[in-house]
């Protein structure tokens, strides 16, 4: 059998051997695909999983209980708005401990957490549209709800708090990695090729940026900038970009030594050509290392972020949000209501730290 002579195909093998960087790798996608399908896999697939049921809040995994809704009007929505922003539900519902039908009402008892008996409430049968008895609605309007990972202070579901936080989590790592490497490249491809006074300009820009604390400097820009979604993506993208400067301007400016590109100069290439075509695609390797731990340090600040209240607003969910509302409860005998996100979290930044180090090593020559 032939051995690939190919740079990138001996690393894809190198790689493909390496288990913990394949089996994040897989995990990875498969958090991918639960953000993409967040809201068909959800429970609770309202808008930002926030349905409400105080009586009900703070219960451990596995609780159910019988759930009444009551149907309200709402304008139709685009099935493809559905799928990826959530239902604009208006429906209320009510958790119930049981119920009593009567010849043109249903009376409920209002499920409580405690031993005392619940408001009884009774509800006419106009309320509950194509129904034309009460025996209908219980079969129609009446279901019994799982909250496979309990439900937080508020009442909602935390499995589906969950699978939508993921997409905060997800998309911070991959804007703010773009951000940083269009910036980063760009600048270090600059200073590295061109040096003298263009590269001390660019260095003391790199230097004083990089004075300053990550964390202390996003909080500045998110307070510039506003607190808000789409501020984290531009504040974590913009203080990361650093590292990836310094190290483009060190492979730049060993590359550009290189007879390859003597001889593209020779050719009468202009420097824009010689740089793209030839400079940066040798040049990526350590780049794409690092990105996979900016991904990482991303996430992470956008935890951080969430937690200080400066991040991903109410009733947006964001993992690090979830910890935020729930980090006094590992105290008050529920600690799962701030482990899981914690874990969630700890689970998706070793991920991509272990992709990194597969990658770092299946990129090292000298292996």
Same mark, same amino acid.
């Given at each position: 059998?032939?051995?690939?002579?190919?740079?990138?195909?001996?690393?894809?093998?190198?790689?493909?051997?390496?288990?913990?960087?394949?089996?994040?790798?897989?995990?990875?996608?498969?958090?991918?695909?639960?953000? $993409?399908?967040?809201?068909? %896999?959800?429970?609770?697939?309202?808008?930002?999983?926030?349905?409400?049921?105080?009586?009900?809040?703070?219960?451990?995994?596995?609780?159910? @209980?019988?759930? %009444?809704? &009551?149907?309200?009007?709402?304008?139709?929505?685009?099935?493809?708005?559905?799928?990826?922003?959530?239902?604009?539900?208006?429906?209320?519902?009510?958790?119930?401990?049981?119920?009593?039908?009567?010849?043109?009402?249903?009376? &409920?008892?209002?499920?409580?957490? +405690?031993?005392?008996?619940?408001?009884?409430? +009774?509800?006419?049968? *106009?309320?509950?549209?194509?129904?034309?008895?009460?025996?209908?609605?219980?079969?129609?309007?009446?279901?019994?709800?799982?909250?496979?990972?309990?439900? +937080?202070?508020?009442?909602?579901?935390?499995?589906?708090?969950?699978?939508?936080?993921?997409?905060?989590?997800?998309?911070?790592?991959? !804007?703010?990695?773009? $951000?940083?490497?269009?910036?980063?490249?760009?600048?270090? *491809?600059?200073?590295?090729?061109?040096?003298?006074?263009?590269?001390?300009?660019?260095?003391?820009?790199?230097?004083?940026?990089?004075?300053?604390?990550?964390?202390?400097?996003?909080?500045?820009?998110?307070?510039?900038?506003?607190?808000?979604?789409?501020?984290?993506?531009?504040?974590?993208?913009?203080?990361?970009?650093?590292?990836?400067?310094? @190290?483009?301007?060190?492979?730049?400016?060993?590359?550009?030594?290189?007879?390859? !590109?003597?001889?593209?100069?020779?050719?009468?290439?202009? +420097?824009?050509?010689?740089?793209?075509?030839?400079?940066?695609?040798?040049?990526?390797?350590?780049?794409? &290392?690092?990105?996979?731990?900016?991904?990482?340090?991303?996430?992470?600040?956008?935890?951080?972020?969430?937690?200080?209240?400066?991040?991903?607003?109410?009733?947006?969910?964001?993992?690090?949000? &979830?910890?935020?509302?729930?980090?006094?409860?590992?105290?008050?005998?529920?600690?799962?209501?701030?482990?899981?996100?914690?874990?969630?979290?700890?689970?998706? !930044?070793?991920?991509?730290?272990?992709?990194?180090?597969?990658?770092?090593?299946?990129?090292? @020559?000298?292996?």
């Amino acid at each position: 059998m032939k051995k690939s002579t190919s740079l990138s195909k001996i690393a894809l093998q190198k790689f493909k051997k390496n288990f913990w960087g394949v089996f994040s790798f897989g995990y990875l996608i498969l958090c991918v695909l639960l953000a $993409i399908f967040a809201y068909a %896999l959800a429970p609770d697939n309202s808008q930002n999983a926030n349905q409400m049921h105080l009586s009900i809040h703070s219960k451990n995994p596995g609780f159910s @209980v019988k759930m %009444l809704s &009551i149907p309200a009007a709402v304008e139709d929505q685009n099935p493809f708005s559905v799928f990826f922003f959530g239902k604009k539900n208006a429906d209320s519902e009510i958790p119930i401990s049981n119920f009593t039908l009567k010849n043109n009402s249903i009376e &409920i008892t209002e499920y409580t957490s +405690d031993a005392a008996e619940g408001l009884q409430k +009774d509800y006419k049968l *106009a309320l509950f549209p194509d129904v034309t008895s009460a025996s209908e609605i219980s079969k129609k309007y009446i279901s019994e709800k799982t909250f496979l990972l309990g439900t +937080d202070k508020y009442g909602r579901d935390l499995l589906s708090r969950m699978l939508i936080g993921i997409r905060i989590s997800l998309a911070i790592g991959f !804007v703010a990695v773009f $951000i940083s490497l269009i910036i980063g490249v760009t600048m270090g *491809a600059i200073a590295g090729y061109y040096g003298g006074k263009v590269d001390a300009a660019i260095m003391w820009l790199i230097n004083v940026t990089w004075s300053i604390p990550t964390l202390l400097l996003v909080i500045a820009i998110t307070l510039a900038l506003g607190k808000g979604f789409w501020q984290v993506f531009i504040a974590v993208g913009l203080t990361m970009w650093v590292e990836v400067a310094r @190290v483009v301007r060190g492979q730049v400016m060993g590359v550009k030594q290189m007879q390859y !590109v003597t001889a593209a100069r020779a050719l009468g290439f202009n +420097d824009f050509r010689i740089i793209v075509k030839h400079i940066l695609p040798n040049s990526m390797a350590p780049v794409i &290392i690092i990105s996979a731990a900016n991904f990482a340090g991303a996430i992470l600040i956008e935890s951080g972020l969430s937690f200080l209240g400066i991040g991903a607003q109410p009733p947006m969910p964001s993992w690090g949000g &979830i910890i935020k509302d729930h980090y006094a409860y590992i105290i008050l005998g529920k600690p799962f209501l701030a482990l899981i996100p914690g874990l969630a979290i700890m689970s998706l !930044v070793t991920a991509f730290m272990l992709i990194g180090n597969a990658l770092r090593d299946a990129m090292d @020559v000298r292996n």
